[in-house]
C-alpha cells in the first residue's frame, strides 16, 4: 500500500491535473459548473477560454452598447456560475385585448430596456400596457450539449390533446433559428422561457442586441428606444452593424458562442442518483422534468458533444402553467405557457422560479416554495397536490435529490469549494466503511463502490488540485503526500493539510525559507526566553535552543 501512495504522492502528480484525469478506477471527476466540457481538443478547449473572457468584457456606447439596453456585458447577468443561472431580472411588457396579447413592439415592447446611454434615450413601460411581467436570467447550461438533443426526440414527448389522460399537455414550440433562410425547416426550441430559441447562435445573437444593444449578424438593426425612431437617430451615433471580427476573425458573437457551445454539463454527486428520484417521480415531477437525454451523433457533431448522455432533467416542451403563467406571448407560446426548465445546477439557485418567488432562506426552503407555486391550476398542479402529501421522510428524501443536482464530488459541506474540511470528512468516512447514495459520506465515493477507499483519495486529490490547492506536500519525506497521510488517519486539528503529529524536515528553520541561517538567529535571539523558538521542548528559548540552531546551520 505504501507503493501505491508513493504513486499517489508523485507520479500522477507531476502532470499537469485537469478535470479530465482519472481518479480510482478510471472514473473521471465532473467537471465543474461553468466549466468546458470533457473531451474538447486543444483547439476548442482555447476557444472555450477566449469566449470566457469575451463574456465578462464590457462593452461601451464607444463600441456599440445601447443606445437602450439591460447590462453591459453577458456575465453581468449570467453569473452563477458564469454562463448559468443569475438574479437579474428583465421587464416584459404588452397589452392584453380581449384575450390577445400584443406585445407594442411599436413602443418597444415586449422586452424593457431598463438601461440607456443617456436619460434622454431611456424606455419606460408605456402607460397603454395592461400586462407588465418579470423575469429573471433564466440558463440552460451546456448549450452545445442541449442544441445537438435531435429534434424528433424532444417532439416524441408532446402530447398537445393530453391524449393518455395525465393531466400533462406539453408542446414544441417550433421555432426558426435566426441564422436560418426563410424557407428552412422548422426547429425544436429548447432554450429561453417559453423555448422560443432552439440554437446556441442564435440564443447569442438575440441577447447581443436585445440585452446590450450590439447589432450583429443575425440582427443587423438597432430597438429604437420605446420605438422612437428620431430618438434612435439622435441617441446612437455607431454604425450597423456593431459587432465585428478581431483579429482571428471571430465576431464577439462568435466567441460567446464558442463559450456557451462548450459548457459542461453540471455534475450530479452522487452520480448513480438517490431514493428521493424515486419520491421525485412517484409525485409526478418527472412528468416533464424528464431526467436523462441522449445527443445526436450525426451533422458533424464535435466528439465531446456528439452522442452524450445527459440529466437535465426537463423535456423542453413547453405547457400551460396555471397561476404561474406570466400573461406574455413570445411567437407559438402562448401567456400561460412556460418551458420546463432544466434542473441540473439547482442547488446554486437563488432566487427560482420565472419571477423569483422562491427566494432567499435555505435551498429545502425555495424548492417547497417553488413546487408548491406550481398549483392548484395547471399541468402542475398534481404534483404539487402530491407534494404537500409527502411525510417527513419522504420530504427529506426528495429535497436530498434535488439538493444533489450541483454538487461537486467530494464537496461534504457544500460550499463550492474542496478543501481540508472536507479531507476531514472524507477521512472519517473512510472509517466508517460501506456506504450508501443516501448516506452523506456518497458524496466522496467517486467510483460508486458503496466504499470510501484509496481510489476516491486519489479522485479527492484530482479535485483538490483543480482547486488550486498544493497537494504534493510530504512533512516527513517518507514518500506519502500528507493528504494521504491524514486520509488514513494522521492528526491535522487545525486543518491546515499537514499531519499534526509531522517533524518538520528542519525545525531550526523558523522563517521557513529552506535554509539555518542569520535570519533564523535574529528570530530566536529576539524571541530569547518565550516558547516561540523553542527546539528542545522545554518551553523556553535558550542556550539549548541556540546551540541546536547553530549545529543546523546551512540548507534544510
Given at each position: ?26 472514473v473521471a471527476l465532473q467537471p465543474k459548473a461553468g466549466d468546458p466540457l470533457l473531451g474538447l481538443t486543444k483547439g476548442q478547449t482555447a476557444l472555450f477560454w477566449a469566449g470566457r473572457e469575451a463574456y465578462a468584457t464590457p462593452f461601451g456606447p464607444e463600441t456599440g452598447l445601447g443606445p437602450v439596453m439591460n447590462k453591459s456585458n453577458c456575465q453581468s447577468c449570467h453569473s452563477n456560475p458564469v454562463g448559468g443561472w443569475g438574479s437579474i431580472s428583465v421587464t416584459r411588457f404588452g397589452i392584453d385585448n380581449k384575450g390577445e396579447f400584443s406585445p407594442l ?452
Amino acid at each position: 500500500m505504501a507503493k501505491e501512495m508513493t504513486l499517489v504522492g508523485s507520479g500522477l502528480l507531476s502532470i499537469c491535473i485537469a478535470a479530465t484525469a482519472l481518479a480510482g478506477g478510471g472514473v473521471a471527476l465532473q467537471p465543474k459548473a461553468g466549466d468546458p466540457l470533457l473531451g474538447l481538443t486543444k483547439g476548442q478547449t482555447a476557444l472555450f477560454w477566449a469566449g470566457r473572457e469575451a463574456y465578462a468584457t464590457p462593452f461601451g456606447p464607444e463600441t456599440g452598447l445601447g443606445p437602450v439596453m439591460n447590462k453591459s456585458n453577458c456575465q453581468s447577468c449570467h453569473s452563477n456560475p458564469v454562463g448559468g443561472w443569475g438574479s437579474i431580472s428583465v421587464t416584459r411588457f404588452g397589452i392584453d385585448n380581449k384575450g390577445e396579447f400584443s406585445p407594442l413592439e411599436e413602443l418597444g415592447g415586449s422586452l424593457l430596456q431598463s438601461l440607456a446611454v443617456s436619460d434622454t434615450c431611456r424606455e419606460i413601460v408605456p402607460p397603454e400596457a395592461t400586462v407588465v411581467a418579470s423575469r429573471l436570467t433564466n440558463s440552460s447550461m451546456a448549450f452545445g450539449l442541449i442544441e445537438a438533443i435531435p429534434d424528433a426526440a424532444i417532439a416524441a414527448g408532446e402530447d398537445p390533446l393530453d391524449a393518455d389522460g395525465d393531466g400533462i399537455s406539453g408542446r414544441v414550440h417550433w421555432v426558426l433559428p435566426l441564422e436560418s433562410s426563410p424557407t428552412s425547416p422548422l426547429r425544436a426550441g429548447r432554450f429561453g422561457w417559453k423555448s422560443q430559441v432552439a440554437t446556441v447562435l442564435s440564443f447569442s445573437g438575440d441577447a447581443t442586441r436585445n440585452e446590450m444593444g450590439i447589432t450583429n449578424a443575425l440582427i443587423p438593426t438597432e430597438t429604437a428606444p420605446n420605438g422612437d425612431m428620431a430618438l434612435l437617430g439622435m441617441c446612437d451615433t455607431v454604425a450597423d452593424p456593431e459587432d465585428h471580427a478581431d483579429a482571428e476573425g471571430f465576431t464577439f458573437l462568435d466567441r460567446v458562442t464558442h463559450f456557451q457551445r462548450y459548457l459542461a454539463q453540471p455534475p450530479q454527486t452522487p452520480r448513480s442518483g438517490m431514493s428521493g428520484e424515486l419520491v421525485f417521480n412517484a409525485i409526478g415531477c418527472n412528468a416533464c422534468h424528464v431526467a436523462q437525454w441522449t445527443t445526436g451523433s450525426t451533422g458533424g457533431l464535435e466528439s465531446a458533444i456528439a452522442g452524450k448522455t445527459i440529466r437535465p432533467y426537463s423535456d423542453f416542451l413547453v405547457h400551460d402553467m396555471g397561476l404561474l403563467a406570466d400573461g406574455v406571448q413570445e411567437g407559438d407560446a402562448n401567456e400561460q405557457e412556460f418551458r420546463t426548465p432544466t434542473l441540473w445546477n439547482l442547488r446554486t439557485r437563488d432566487p427560482m422560479l420565472h419571477n423569483g418567488l422562491a427566494s432567499g432562506g435555505e435551498f429545502a426552503d425555495r424548492v417547497a416554495i417553488a413546487i408548491n407555486a406550481h398549483g392548484p391550476f395547471g399541468e402542475g398542479a398534481a404534483s404539487a397536490a402530491a407534494f404537500a402529501k409527502l411525510g417527513t421522510l419522504q420530504r427529506q428524501q426528495l429535497i436530498a435529490f434535488l439538493d444533489s443536482l450541483g454538487r461537486d464530488e467530494f464537496d461534504f459541506d457544500g460550499n463550492r469549494f474542496i478543501d481540508t474540511t472536507d479531507l476531514k470528512t472524507l477521512a472519517q468516512c473512510r472509517i466508517q466503511g460501506s456506504t450508501n447514495p443516501d448516506d452523506p459520506c456518497a458524496i466522496g465515493d467517486i467510483n460508486q463502490d458503496n466504499l470510501v477507499d484509496i481510489a476516491d483519495m486519489q479522485g479527492f486529490l484530482l479535485a483538490a488540485q483543480r482547486e488550486g490547492l498544493d497537494v504534493t506536500g510530504d512533512c516527513d519525506g517518507d514518500g506519502t503526500v500528507d493528504f494521504v497521510e491524514i486520509f488514513n488517519g494522521a492528526p491535522d486539528l487545525d486543518l491546515d493539510g499537514v499531519p499534526d503529529n509531522c517533524a518538520p524536515a528542519c525545525p531550526a528553520d523558523l522563517t521557513n525559507d529552506g535554509a539555518v541561517n542569520g535570519a533564523d538567529l535574529a528570530t530566536m535571539l529576539n524571541n530569547w526566553g518565550t516558547a516561540v523558538a523553542d527546539l528542545n521542548g522545554d518551553g523556553t528559548t535558550g542556550g539549548a535552543d541556540l546551540a541546536m540552531l547553530l549545529g543546523s546551520w546551512g540548507p534544510c
